[in-house]
């Protein structure tokens, strides 16, 4: 049974949770990155267990209303073990509200933000835009773009999964709301070719999941691509995990078709 996104926000929010002190321990090169990770998650479950149902378009959303959960945003964010990330983020707590729902607007309309008001905005709209986006009503089968049916951005990783009409479907995960939609598994997330020729795969024989790399000489973009069949169901966990993946293929020249949540 497929659950809605709200419910399925909880529940894989919780697996990552609980997944966290075991990937700490396996990575233990992110062992910080996983930490903070852990707090985010845990102010965007509670953003959601206090949110209230909105059924408009992310579009149409009056961000001035989500202000003070900004606010308690930046201010965890504040406390962040990153120096930057806690400096700018006091900084932009100094922000009125018509400044920080502007700055929202902007990230939403832009795709882009520099790298702290980034962290900022993306982690606070990755609770914010969580029951927005289970009302959205698109067809995560039919829809078949390279970006978000919910909120536009391009997906920050894949993962393959079984379901009732698609065994082994490759699946694509807006890292800014959580959305999850069909892409065949054959074709780049970013400019769409299928040229076999210019599809590279690298595989890593990761525990619990194993996890390819889908990289394109087409457009230099590339994708994590997760098997959720083999092993865990998190897959923007497992993306932030193995960072060191990320490493490698950069110094290939390839680059991310959206960087996660920490940038890379
Ligand atoms: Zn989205
Ligand atoms: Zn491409």
Not at 67 to 87: H, N, Q, W, Y
Not at 187 to 198: I, K, Q, V, Y
Not at 245 to 251: F, P, S, T
Not at 254 to 261: D, G, M, R, V, Y
Request: aromatic content about 10%; some cysteine.
């Amino acid at each position: 049974m497929e659950l809605n996104g709200i419910e399925r926000f909880r529940a894989e929010t919780g697996a990552a949770l609980g997944r966290l002190p075991s990937l700490k321990q396996r990575h233990p090169e992110v062992e910080a990155i996983l930490d903070f990770y852990g707090q985010v998650l845990e102010r965007q479950l509670g953003m959601v267990q206090e949110g209230r149902p909105d059924a408009r378009p992310v579009a149409e959303i009056p961000w001035r209303e989500h202000v003070r959960s900004l606010r308690a945003f930046l201010e965890l964010c504040s406390g962040a073990p990153a120096a930057e990330l806690a400096a700018g983020s006091r900084r932009m707590l100094e922000t009125d509200d018509e400044g920080l729902e502007r700055l929202v607007q902007s990230f939403l309309r832009d795709k882009q933000a520099p790298p702290v008001e980034r962290f900022a905005l993306m982690g606070f709209l990755g609770g914010a835009l969580v029951i927005p986006a289970s009302f959205a009503g698109y067809d995560r089968h039919q829809w078949l773009k390279p970006v978000c049916p919910v909120c536009g951005f391009p997906p920050v990783v894949s993962y393959l999964a079984d379901e009732e009409d698609i065994e082994g479907g490759r699946f694509a995960r807006c890292g800014v709301c959580h959305s999850d939609w069909y892409y065949g598994r054959a074709s780049c997330l970013s400019c769409g070719t299928t040229n076999d020729h210019e599809l590279h795969y690298y595989m890593s024989e990761g525990v619990p999941s194993p996890l390819t790399i889908q990289a394109c000489s087409a457009c230099g973009g590339y994708i994590k691509m997760v098997d959720a069949r083999q092993g865990s169901r998190t897959p923007e966990l497992e993306d932030v995990a193995t960072m060191t993946l990320d490493l490698w293929i950069q110094e290939k020249g390839f680059h991310k078709i959206s960087p996660n949540l920490f940038g890379f």
